[in-house]
């Protein structure tokens, strides 16, 4: 599995990697890795960099959540938002294109940093989907709860209490529909975000239709993340000052010996890391994405393990299902957001 390959090469080597656990929401998977590995090396990043981070991390909360809501619909037969949310979702993987050059598995988080900064053009299409998103999500709104199909199927299916869920692990939205307010954006807080204002919706019923909920409430919050990194952002940095560990920008490695010799060795060889073990856990919008990394010293890690939202929530299912229809099984396993590639690991 891909804990093992982590074994197998450098830290830097598996970025990529990452990308293939949620092939939905790639950008997450990067985060969450590099966040691990920036702690077992104690690296501070610029403040650039941090809210770059940020601000893609929330349009990937966006994405991630559009692509529940249109096949969650389209899978229990309310099938017109599909063709909505998929319309949207297609402007910001076509950002993701202009900026990292692919669309899915993106590989844009660095250690210590980003690949690449956005461009005067990329910032402005930024800001007028931030201008044209927020009526669209009302749209959503409309097609869903005025159709009787959606309330139906929706409504009182999959119901686990506040106990029962944190019993099992759960997280995100699934454990914040049964009303438990637990957030890591909020509660250890990261990157850009302790200097951004949102709200962390928590549903009251634990059925499907407050996680649907929860998510329309996520990416009206998210469009205020997103608007308030691009006030607060000023120029500088996008990577660490930290040679031994983060890589060169790309044009000095086509211009000078050094830096092409710096890649180099990062990627064959690795950067000495402390021995000693570490958690670090990413708020995703599945839930508690957490790499733990155990290691020993040198360029590999000796253990990796990966908490995927996926997997965990996969285990409340029997629970979940249970006195329920054969027909609602398709509700209750699409109300997790779940991606095979997180659950075999």
Known sequence: GVEKLAEGGTYHQFIPHTDRLDYVCAMYNNFAYCRAVEKLMDITLPDRAEYLRTLVAEVQRIIGHLFWLGTQALDIGAMTVFFYTFRDREILLDWFDELCG?????????????????????????????????????????????????????????????????????????????????????YEPYSAYPKCEFSVPVGKNGDTFDRYWIRIEEMRE???????????????????????????????????????????KLFSQGFDAPAGEIYCGTEAHKGELGFYIVSTGGGRPYRLKIRAPSFIHMGAFDYMAKGYMIADAVTIFGTYDIVMGECDR
């Open 222 to 264: 998210s469009v205020k993340i997103v608007q308030q990194c691009l006030e607060q952002m000023e120029p500088g940095p996008i990577m660490a000052d930290v040679p031994s560990v983060t890589l060169p920008p790309k044009d000095r490695v086509f211009t000078n010996l050094e830096s092409m010799i710096q890649q180099f």
């Open 102 to 186: 692919a669309r899915l598995t993106t590989s844009w988080y660095r250690i210590g940093g980003v690949e690449r900064d956005f461009t005067p053009s990329l910032t402005e299409k930024v800001q007028k989907f931030l201008d044209y998103f927020p009526p669209k999500i009302e749209e959503y709104v409309v097609f869903l709860e005025k159709n009787r199909i959606w309330l139906a199927r929706t409504r009182g299916v999959a119901v686990i209490s506040a106990e029962d869920a944190l019993s099992f692990g759960l997280s995100g939205p699934t454990l914040r529909g049964s009303g438990v307010d637990y957030d890591l954006r909020k």
